[in-house]
């Protein structure tokens, strides 16, 4: 039954385009207060600073308008991998801050969890300085690795790459294709399945052709664009007991991640990476809304409308807030190959909005999210569980 559910919502979705739902009033659960300004990308974009949408140098990283140290390593494809954030006891995660990607999603009964995607990259082993205390620390390694959820495959499909989970339920692994199961060490800690590059690597090298995908359709430019509002700072409001801070800073040209212990108290700890004890920082934050569907009673099963389509999103880069879109509707690039590229960032006339060289968090809200400045530079996205 959900194979087929799965299938009518797929064609439907290559028959008729999504539009963009329209500003509502923030009563009816949408935005209203302190809209942001519209935004253009500032008049340097286009003298040789702007890397991208289609075009790269060789060895310059599509997914983050970097340079990589080792180009071969673009020809891997890209791997999605489940890590997640509940329990607790599971933080920190090993090897985030390595990733162009991380998709944050909501997953039932508050939580949320992460797929992150590697490439062109993989995690460093660890100096012996930043090991902590109870925590294994002592190889390059990504985790904890968790269960595949139902809007990985259609991810893993936009990036043309694989995914590694510690398996699934029996509905989603159905679902899923192109997957790699890792399994913890002890199964007396839920927390204990982690997968070290050296074998991440091997698996890539099995489900690689040897030619590097195509991952272009973004553009990158070091210079901030004109427009937005200011924006220091971003709270995600998932559930009262899952929150999330993200900070500006600065001296990194970041923003800075920290969460709450779910324990109801309101207050933030640094997110840190187990493998360099340093905390989270990305350059830039995207607020991604999107259609969420329940698919059983407790609200645990959850799929999410990404193919061929659009909808609105909110870009946090260099301390402000941009309006922006991501999309996945066909492009001339699409409608001539027949082939899927990575979900793209674009402004109101369908235009590449130019992200920050770096990487990028994406916190996935439904469609029926708000978004408001609730204090001068301090935003915050509330999520309502669909």
């Not at 990589?68 to 489940?82: Q, R």
């Not at 700890?269 to 259609?291: A, C, H, I, M, W």
């Not at 027949?338 to 439904?366: C, M, N, Q, S, Y």
Request: proline letters at 8%; charged letters at 15%.
């Amino acid at each position: 039954m959900l194979t087929k559910t799965r299938t009518l919502i797929l064609l439907a979705s290559l028959t008729l385009l999504v539009c963009l739902p329209g500003i509502q009033a923030l009563a009816s659960a949408s935005f209203q207060a302190n809209p942001v300004a519209a935004t253009t990308p500032a008049p340097g974009a286009g003298n040789g600073q702007a890397l991208g949408p289609d075009q790269f140098p060789e060895g310059v990283n599509p997914l983050t308008g970097l340079p990589v140290s080792e180009p071969s390593m673009l020809s891997l494809p890209p791997a999605l991998i489940s890590v997640t954030n509940f329990p607790v006891s599971a933080r920190p995660q090993a090897g985030l801050s390595y990733a162009p990607y991380v998709y944050e999603l909501f997953i039932g009964k508050g939580m949320t969890r992460y797929l992150a995607l590697f490439y062109g990259e993989y995690p460093k082993a660890p100096a012996s300085s930043t090991s902590q205390a109870g925590l294994a620390t002592d190889k390059a390694a990504i985790g904890p690795i968790r269960s595949g959820r139902l809007p990985y495959q259609t991810i893993r499909t936009l990036y043309n790459g694989f995914l590694v989970m510690a398996s699934a339920s029996s509905e989603v692994r159905s679902q899923l294709s192109n997957s790699t199961n890792i399994f913890g060490s002890d199964n007396d800690d839920i927390n204990s399945a982690l997968i070290d590059v050296t074998k991440l690597q091997s698996i890539a090298q099995a489900n690689g052709s040897g030619k590097a995908p195509n991952l272009t359709g973004n553009q990158f430019n070091k210079q901030a664009p004109s427009g937005g509002q200011d924006a220091p700072k971003l709270w995600v409001f998932y559930n009262f007991y899952n929150q999330i801070l993200w900070e500006y800073d600065s001296a990194s040209q970041a923003y800075l991640r920290s969460q709450d212990k779910a324990d109801g108290s309101g207050k933030f700890y640094p997110s840190t990476d187990r493998l360099t004890g340093k905390q989270l920082g990305f350059e830039n934050v995207v607020v991604f809304f999107v259609e969420h569907k329940a698919l059983n009673g407790d609200h645990t099963l959850i799929d999410l409308d990404l193919l061929y389509t659009r909808n609105k999103a909110y870009l946090f880069r260099d301390g402000k807030v941009h309006p922006i879109y991501w999309s996945t509707a066909s492009g001339d690039y699409e409608k001539q190959t027949g082939l899927l590229r990575p979900i793209r960032f674009v402004d109101a006339d369908g235009k590449p909005f130019p992200l920050k060289p770096g990487h990028t968090w994406v916190e996935i809200v439904d469609t029926t999210a708000t978004l408001a400045q609730t204090d001068p530079g301090l935003w915050k996205a509330r999520f309502y569980a669909p």
